[in-house]
């Protein structure tokens, strides 16, 4: 450990390609999801991870919780490679808060059984589940008579809530939430976003914070990436990167952010009318098609590879 | 005045829920004017009222329901048709669900110009890849040929506004279009919206839950909570001074780069929206309000102050209890 | 109207399962006890009819009613049982290829396709020839055979379920495969499964019925419907309660099966959109 810094996410050269068949006889396409990406999370932190849809923010999501083995590269949390990585030890270390409330509860469970089943699964008793689900529940902040209900009977913020204590149950070291606020409401959103940040302080937890809204991220990481066709385009400590955008598409994004300040208008957005597409990277700089920057250097040639993925970056060209 | 819609007392309700429970809102030519809310608030069935699309069950009731000064609340089924994507047209959060998946975008918009507007074939088609390009899609022609599923979020979005102002309507109902885009292309998508109202003169009701959309675009917001509407001014008066709890309370909830401090808390709304039924009296936001007393379980007095600024709630401008 | 169409479904199959497990206690002849001098009886009803035997009684003089009953028995048996068994079969088949996809998928699909390819009845006739008729070798013979609906409507079920997240919460939670496709996916395709079980059960009993009436399904001197109909056939013409008796019974129990199946669906499906 260089520092004393102590890593609980190390990612070595972390890729994931789907082969993805479009129709009966068409070859089958692949879709670079994660292309070589190597980053670490200090232990105690919040990475928060801005892309838009396509850019494989919650492909990584799942490759961090184990759910999905990488095609190729390390993966180390808490210092053990998560391959092989025995099922109990890792629910035990990393735990997930996913988008939708409606479909991250089992709705033919009750509450309470939603909430124990990580610690069920580590072979605790049912008296001593049923004490933690009650300490769960007052932790989020709900009234203890949910766990005998059933999903459909809660709302949008309650179920993010149970979904918050069934991964904090096990007191796992990280926990990885991918977009857990897109589907609420903004006054709950708040709500949830005050209470990662309690729990976080109070769980010591290391958090990885992935999400479509830069203003949400700002709120909650320290450090940034931003991410697109599945790599970390800028990735920097939360206060450089908003004061100090250096990537075109930070500034983008940073841009399209739209704060209730009405003085303001709307931002301009020259990205052109492209969608990026997994299946079809484009060569040399991967962002050159919807750049405004973008000369014959980015077409034919990939960037440097570092915190800020992109030609001019060092120059500081266009900002 | 040039009005384009005006509504008076709106009431919609669904078996014994109250969805909307008194709305008065008027859009005027070349204004963007917003309808902001959480989910369930009614924002949604208001606007599709306007357009008479509710489910048959609901109950629907209005004072006053005037396009373009003529009343519509009268106006039959085929009446209603003949004006639905002629003068008044509608675009919503996911094209998917408005644009066939069956049918090429050519044959879809050309339909629509034929329906209303009796135009030749070649007519029509020329007009459509006249309306694709003003809208900024690239290459058209082409575009014409294609089906939904071969198109972007983004230009899908952009064939289904272009497929709306195809017959130059007088009003634009714009129902959340911008939450299923993601934020680079959602800009992109507004500013266009705003271009072309500017060029067009259309009156533009959106509808949406973003107040960040609203600050960007609207000329006037209404916010609304449990069926009625809370607060209504110009959007730079209530931005700058919002006087209603719950404007107050949204506005504070919001995230906004370098605004809060790092580890600093979001204002917040605690409790959930509530399901308001027939016999409901007082002020539907009293449970969830900070600044909540006994007396709210009254009927909520109105204060209108300069510019058409309004609000529904027991303290007054100056923060003082209004005894109503 | 729906709830209407569930409780009258509910009613029938509720009514069918009290005959079938009481049978012994309301029958209230010996349906084997013959009385060559009381043959066709006609039921109470028609002129001739007694009140000893209330829907009279066939051409060997056995009570009609007492018959009838022990038949329902028959009936709800052979159903529940072969639902049972394609029920395990299907289930096995399309849970297995909607969870792990890929290579596994393609066998299970194939086995399906293969069994689409086999002509029910045929097949059944042929099995029953060759191996002798007998209560136990029909609900053998139509459970090995019935199972495509389990494994189709299971196989698209699971797929769907897998998805969601809170089966990648289950994965995170440590469960192993067996805890997750138990635990989490079964209970939430069950309700699926429920209302292919009822139309599973309308099919098998009168596939049961159809091959007794051709003799090669329950042995007589057994009471199924379909061998009373057949047993009464030649009669038809002269008497036809002989054979409608057992039909409309028949067409009530497969109505009701119905029915109730309908409802479910409707019920269960609206509870998980909700």
């Not at chain 1, 801005?50 to 210092?79: D, F, H, N, Q």
């Not at chain 1, 009650?134 to 009234?143: D, S």
């Not at chain 2, 009701?205 to 107040?211: G, P, S, V």
């Not at chain 3, 057949?230 to 129990?253: H, N, R, T």
Request: overall charge positive.
């Amino acid at each position: 450990m260089v520092g004393g810094m102590n890593h609980v996410i190390e990612a070595i050269g972390l890729s994931q390609v789907f082969r993805q068949r479009q129709g009966l006889f068409a070859s089958a396409r692949q879709v670079m999801a994660v292309d070589d990406l190597s980053f670490r999370v200090a232990e105690g932190s919040a990475l928060g991870i801005v892309g838009e849809s396509g850019c494989g923010k919650s492909t990584l999501a799942r490759m961090l919780l184990g759910l999905l083995p990488a095609s190729a590269g390390t993966l180390r949390i808490g210092g053990a490679d998560l391959r092989g990585m025995d099922r109990r030890a890792r629910a035990r270390l990393i735990q997930p808060v996913f988008q939708d409330p409606m479909s991250s509860l089992n709705p033919r469970r009750r509450i309470g059984a939603t909430i124990a089943l990580p610690l069920r699964v580590q072979g605790t008793g049912r008296a001593e589940c049923r004490r933690a689900v009650a300490r769960m529940l007052e932790e989020v902040g709900l009234a203890p008579e949910i766990a005998a209900r059933f999903p459909n009977q809660l709302s949008g913020g309650q179920r993010q809530r149970v979904a918050i204590a069934r991964a904090l149950i096990v007191n796992p070291r990280i926990l990885i939430c991918d977009e857990p606020t897109s589907a609420l409401d903004v006054s709950v959103q708040a709500q949830i976003l005050n209470l990662l940040m309690d729990l976080r302080a109070r769980f010591k937890l290391t958090l990885v914070f992935i999400s479509h809204n830069l203003a949400v991220v700002e709120h909650i990481a320290d450090e940034v990436a931003v991410m697109y066709l599945g790599r970390f385009v800028e990735h920097s400590a939360n206060a450089e990167i908003f004061a100090a955008p250096r990537h075109p598409y930070t500034r983008a994004l940073l841009a399209s952010v739209l704060t209730p300040e009405p003085g303001l208008g709307l931002p301009e957005m020259p990205l052109g009318e492209g969608s990026p597409d997994p299946t079809n990277i484009p060569p040399g700089c991967r962002f050159h098609p919807r750049c405004p920057l973008a000369t014959e250097l980015c077409r034919n040639q990939a960037p440097p590879r570092g915190a800020v993925e992109c030609h001019f970056a060092a120059s500081g060209a266009g900002a | 005045m040039n009005a384009v819609l005006e509504i008076e007392d709106l009431r919609i309700g669904f078996g014994p829920l109250e969805a909307v429970r008194g709305i008065d809102l008027v859009v005027e030519r070349g204004q963007t004017h917003c309808l902001v809310g959480e989910s369930g608030c009614g924002k949604s069935v208001s606007a599709l009222s306007v357009l008479r699309l509710l489910p048959k069950r609901a109950r629907f009731s209005a004072a006053r329901l005037a396009f373009e000064g003529n009343d519509i609340a009268g106006l039959g089924e085929r009446g209603m048709a003949r004006l639905r994507g002629d003068r008044m047209a509608m675009i919503f959060q996911e094209p998917m669900t408005s644009l066939n998946p069956a049918y090429t975008i050519g044959s879809q918009m050309i339909e629509v110009l034929r329906r209303h507007r009796g135009a030749s074939r070649a007519a029509a088609v020329d007009r459509c890849i006249a309306m694709l390009e003003r809208v900024g899609v690239t290459a058209p022609a082409m575009r014409l040929g294609q089906f939904p599923h071969q198109l972007s979020g983004g230009l899908r979005q952009r064939v289904m506004i272009a497929t709306a102002l195809l017959c130059e309507p007088a009003l634009l109902i714009a129902d959340e279009p911008t939450t299923a885009l993601d934020v680079t292309v959602q800009a992109q998508f507004l500013r266009l919206l705003a271009d072309i109202q500017r060029q067009m003169g259309l009156a533009v009701l959106l509808i949406t839950h973003d107040l960040g959309v609203v600050a960007r675009v609207a000329d006037r917001v209404s916010v609304m909570y449990a069926g009625r509407i809370v607060e209504h001014g110009a959007t730079g008066a209530v931005f700058a001074a919002p006087r209603h709890p719950y404007t107050r309370g949204l506005l504070a909830s919001i995230p906004v780069p370098g605004k809060i401090p790092p580890g600093g808390r979001l204002g917040s709304i605690p409790g959930i929206v509530p399901r308001i039924g027939a016999g409901f009296a007082g002020c539907a936001f009293r449970a969830r309000c900070a600044v909540a007393m006994p007396a709210c379980a009254a009927p909520v007095p109105e204060h209108r102050l300069a510019d058409g600024h309004r609000f529904a709630c027991h303290l007054g401008p100056d923060g003082a209890w209004s005894g109503a | 109207m729906r709830r209407a169409a569930l409780s009258l479904g509910a009613a029938i199959v509720a009514f069918a399962a009290i005959l079938a497990i009481f049978a012994p206690l309301l029958m209230p002849h010996d349906p084997f006890a013959q009385d060559l001098t009381h043959r066709y009886t006609p039921p109470f009803w028609l002129p001739g009819g007694s009140s000893a035997h209330w829907l009279g009684t066939d051409g060997l003089g056995r009570d009609y009613l007492s018959r009838l009953i022990l038949g329902a028995r028959i009936s709800m048996l052979i159903g529940v049982s072969t639902v049972i068994l394609s029920g395990i079969i299907g289930t096995t088949l399309g849970v297995l290829g909607g969870y792990f996809g890929g290579r596994t998928d393609a066998v299970v699909m194939f086995i399906i396709s293969c069994r689409l390819a086999i002509p029910v009845i045929l097949v059944a006739l042929t099995t029953v020839f060759m191996v002798g008729s007998g209560l136990w070798v029909v609900v053998l013979t139509i459970g090995l055979l019935l199972w495509e609906r389990f494994a189709i409507v299971a196989r698209a079920a699971t797929r769907q379920v897998s998805g969601l997240d809170y089966i990648a919460a289950a994965w995170a939670a440590g469960c192993s495969r067996t805890r997750v496709i138990l635990g989490e996916i079964l209970p939430n395709i069950a309700h699926h499964l429920l209302v292919i079980a009822t139309i599973d059960m309308a099919i098998a009993i009168l596939l049961e019925a159809a091959l007794s009436f051709l003799g090669l399904g329950v042995p007589p001197p057994l009471p199924s419907w379909g061998l009373m109909i057949s047993e009464g056939k030649d009669y038809m013409f002269f008497k036809p309660w002989v054979i409608e008796i057992p039909g409309i019974a028949l067409l009530i129990l497969v109505l009701g099966i119905n029915l109730l199946g309908d409802g479910l669906r409707d019920r269960l499906g609206a509870r998980t959109e909700q």
